[in-house]
C-alpha cells in the first residue's frame, strides 16, 4: 500500500522545495553579491581624472566626506538608465558623486557626458580596467558608498534606483551621521 504513495509523496516534496526556493529568491536581493571589501578601506589606487589626465587622484584624496563611488562607460546602456537618479542624488547635495569612467575612451565618455550632463565632483579614469580588479568590479553600472574614513558600507551591482537611493543608501548615511 505504501508503496502506491511514495512516488505521490516524493513528488509533493519536491514541489515544496522548488516552491519554497521561488520564493526565497523572490524576497532576496539578485543584485546584492556579497563584496569582499564590505566594512574595509576602498583599495589603494592611483587614477587619473577624465577631464585632466595629467594630476591623479588616489583613494587618501576622497576622504573626508562620504561619498558614493559610481562606476560606469559610454558603453554601458544600463548606465544611461540609472543616470538620472545619479544626477538627482548629485543635486541633492546630500552625498558626494565621484565618477568611476571604466573601460572606456576618454573622447568618448567626455561625448557622453556632454550629451547626458555631468553630475559626478570628479571623475577618475580607469581605461584599462586594471584598478577595477582590486574594487571587484564586474562591469557598469556599479556603486560603492564609502564613508569618511575611506570605509567601503554598501556595494551595489546593476542601475542605481530611487529606491535603492532611499531605502540602502541614505539610511546607511544617516546610521554613520548618528551620534
Known sequence: MW???LPLALFGALAALLFAGIELNRVRDPNAIPSPLIGKPLPA???PMLHDPSRTVTQDDLRGAPFLLNVWGSWCPECRVEHPVVDALARSGR???V?????DAPDDAQRWLQ???DPYALILADEDGRSAIDFGIYGAPETFLVDAQGIVRFKHIG??????VEQRIFPLL???AAP
Open 3 to 5: 508503496k502506491r504513495w
Open 99 to 103: 565618477g568611476y569612467n571604466y573601460k
Open 159 to 164: 542601475a542605481l534606483t530611487p529606491q535603492i
Open 45 to 47: 589606487f592611483s587614477l
Open 95 to 97: 552625498l558626494r558623486v
Open 174 to 176: 544617516e546610521a554613520k
Open 115 to 117: 550629451q547626458f550632463g
